[in-house]
């Protein structure tokens, strides 16, 4: 439970449930029958927020195996902490000291490089728009939203990714980042607060004052603030303090920023947040700031020369440190470029110079919408396209080529994208599609005469799509005839029926101008709450927020007169009780509360005409969905026994009879009684696909040691990967180091064998090396072709491998020796006394004494000796039957379907489409997108390519998702090929040039 290389019992116990373990000792604190997925999940999400007023102390997961100190205490450190730009080891700097290594890695050009300076492969990169691969998840545009709610889930997204080191965040331990100071779920927060609201040597009295005055804490010792200030005695106390003084007792960032004071209870005001008078720093590690004060080896900058440059007021601490950031992060220097050192890296093809300035930065840090350099002069560089980076992004018609990081923002000086669903095209609102220097600016409403206004997206919706308001017509939101809009009469605020005669007339009829929508329209862009509300007699538009506020923002007050006989809210909460007036002037907000409507065919007709036969769609939809229990999650009165174990598991141990202990179940990237300590450990995501979809293949992961003769592998993971029913998985995997801490000393990599699982033919090898060792987590993300050809011996191996053969790795030009059975070593010349796979089965190696074999597809265990019980007849339609790996707990066994098959037993057939192509060049390929329609969001996707020979006219798709239009592409056109409403199971079209 605790210690991953933990001695097994000789005898096997079959336990009862709810028991288990090795004999029978353990059991989970939830009743009823649950998968362990399931249990894992109902123990994460029985966490919430840790509550600020508990006195019940749970040990925040540390990092322990670095050292790290501030002002001689201990520091628990996060490994996300290691490497994120900023000392957070005041005493060591441990932290930082290797990274500069990360900023002068270069990758390959297979492979994508993080912003960080690791690599990943090329093909995960997925132009930022798939989950993140990278460590630090700069390959992922856009911050994920699930960051929010990492606290809950203990997956590799959030386990195994750090915080992004230029937003300034806070670790909160377990994948949640928050702003600096601001609150973690599981409360590592308190730490931070903990460590700036130290004593030291000031006074009770000043430690008191300074501690409110700076609003880092809310109460001392139980007492509120609040009471300290209210009778002025904080006042008194800060004459307690010395005339020169430091507070924060310790470096408020990166070990050497200090906040000085001087003589505070002399100020004017006191009513404001108490910011330093000095702020003072290493002139060494941040040389282009010019100092205010030299004071005994202290160099410092006036605070109120900072504040009227940056036009901003701080009210709170955090607001304070985010100011910080911006003022010192441009300027810090690495810790691991001392002044001596300056010199070796002057020329550096992989470092650029910062103007006037001792900082060197990576050139991949180049226009990426950061300023790292002091005068910016990194983000206002003119050739960036001349570094010639692969995955830079070049705007149209510039010279510019910005960071992949930068993707989403980089052209919006320039151009502007905005992918627009059909159903919102001509629908009243004008939204931008494309806007160019060289050509004219576009909008989603352009040329709509032709377009049917009044149509089933935008009928009865409370907004006007048509320039008359007709789509509006006879809809059960207001009493008005056909014919007529509710309006709400600008002399006595009562609603009304206008003619849709006077409509758009020109002339404002209705308060607001509801009946003269366009001008707003025109005057004022979309926007997430649009100011729609016009002033009378003028082109001032008002947000729905303006009105009733008490605050006369229209030039005639008629933003306020209506207020005062009637109640105005167009907050979310009032949607259901609404006056009419509420109805008509919130409903000027097109894009506010908005029903969202999502693509139909409702009022299409099938094509081409279908016949008779309709697929049962309760049945076809029900055959992809496990039962899965349903689970009531209750909270306990006491939310804090989920935080026992940190990102563990608690089980119940016996101990004797009725005698109980709680316990904790640790995963690889944790140990400890409590889980509370972070493991050194690889983190590996692989990517596969292969060229035979019907193959089963073994992976067999291995950590290995190049220099070690014995070539002993030190870890290994092995799993199978069925192609057809895995293809766009990704698999997580944990590789743990031999010792804790790891020895820096070795050369470990990753070798990966692959094995064909029906014959446990050989397949291949790859070779990845693990880089930048001194890194808590070493992260790797891969992705792998298979191939089932043969992979001959190396004639050119200048290797001698005595009782093996000579093999080149897949992925580099580099040689190793695959020993025979019953030998082992890097020449292959040790021998094997002792190995415990079945003879059917292949062996590979060992791990502490223990065999790695590789089964034959029916046997399974450690050394293959037991046999799968297979069921006969089970898979049905001629499906292959596969046993369950132990990766896949929740299933027993896999049916491998032929491709007019589906189903957990293919016992479905799945629709066929026949498409012939008429009068048309046969491609080599043609693709179709198949699309299920929903009125609950937008439509799903499937996409199948076929290849065609010379002279086929015909390619036959069977597919099981069900859908109700296809489109089939061939030579970069588009055809129509199927709508239909109803699911019919086999259909038969054509298309020509014509259509």
Known sequence: LIEPNAALNENLYNCTEPWFGPRCQYSFPFGGRRSFNQIVEEAFHRRISFPESSEVIVQVPCYVLLECHRNGQSWCLDWREVCNGIVDCFDEALDEEYCFDMEINECEKNEYRCHNGLCISSELWEEGEGDADCLDRSDEVLDASYIESCFQDPTFRCEEHSCRTHEGTFPCGDGQCVNEFGECYNGRYRLLIESMTAKGNLTDECWIAMICLTRLAEQIHGKSCKIWLMNDSIYEFLKQCDSFFQFPIIPVHSAHIRFFYEEPYLRQQMNDFLLPDYLCYDQQLCDPIKPDLTRENLTCINMSKIMPKLDIKIGFWNELMWLIEQVFRPCLISHAISPNKTKKYMNHSLLYNCRHSSKFISVHRIKDGIQDCFHADDENYLNSCQLNHQHRVRCP???????????????????????????????????????????????????????????????????????????????????????????VDRLNFIVICLPHTRVNDGEDDCLGASDEQHECQRLYPPSEVPERFRCLRDTMCLVPSELCNNNNDCPLHDDEKFCKTHQFNCTNDSTYNRSEIEEVLCGLSEQKNRRRQYF?????????????????????????????????????????????????????????????????????????????????????????????????????????????????????????????????????????????????????????????????????????????????????????????????????????????????????????????????????????????????????????????CVCPLHKFGSQCVFTSAYQANICQNNGQYIPADVTTPDSSYTCVCPDQFFGINCQYAKVKLDVSLVDMHIPSYIAAYFFTLSNKSDPMQAIILRKLTLFQDTATFHISVPFHMAIIQSSNKYYLAVLQQSLYTNISTVIRPSQ
């Open 397 to 487: 018609n510039t010279d510019t080529c910005w960071s992949p990081i930068w993707k989403e923002y980089a052209c919006s000086m320039t151009r502007q994208v905005d992918n627009i669903p059909f159903q919102r095209f001509c629908n009243g609102i004008n939204q931008s599609i494309y806007n160019d220097n060289s050509e004219p600016y576009y909008n989603d409403e352009f040329e709509c005469e032709e377009w049917l206004c009044d149509n089933m997206y935008a009928r009865c919706d409370g907004f006007w799509a048509c320039a008359d308001g007709r789509d509006e017509n006879n809809c059960s939101r207001t009493k008005c005839h056909p014919g007529t809009h509710a309006c």
């Open 600 to 852: 139909s065919l409702h009022t299409s007709s099938n094509y081409p005409s279908l016949g008779n036969t309709v697929v049962d769609e309760s049945l076809y939809w029900s055959t992809e969905r496990h039962s899965i229990e349903n689970i009531n999650i209750h909270l306990s009165e006491d939310n804090l026994w989920p935080w026992y174990c940190n990102r563990g598991l608690a089980v119940d141990t016996w101990v004797t009879n009725n005698n109980f202990e709680k316990m904790c179940m640790c995963p690889p990237s944790y140990y400890g009684h409590l889980c509370q300590y972070q493991n050194q450990r690889i983190s590996l995501t692989l990517h596969l696909s292969s060229v035979d979809r019907h193959a089963t293949y073994a992976i067999i992961i291995m950590l290995i040691d190049d220099n070690d003769e014995r070539q002993e592998i030190h870890a290994y993971d092995q799993f199978v990967y069925i192609t057809k029913e895995s293809c766009s998985t990704k698999f997580d995997r944990y590789l743990l180091f031999p010792t804790r801490p790891k020895d820096l000393s070795k050369n470990y990599s990753i070798r990966i064998d692959v094995f064909e699982k029906n014959r446990i033919k050989y397949v291949g090898s790859w070779h990845f090396p693990i880089t930048f060792l001194f890194l808590p987590v070493n992260r790797l993300a891969i992705s792998l072709i298979l191939s089932n050809h043969i992979i001959p011996t190396s004639s050119n191996c200048f290797i001698t491998c005595n009782n093996g053969s000579c093999v080149k790795y897949l992925n580099k030009e580099k040689y190793f020796c695959r020993c025979h059975s019953q030998w082992t070593g890097i020449q292959c010349n040790i021998p094997i006394n002792r190995q415990m796979c079945s003879q059917d089965s292949f062996y590979l190696g060992s791990v502490n004494n223990e065999s790695i």
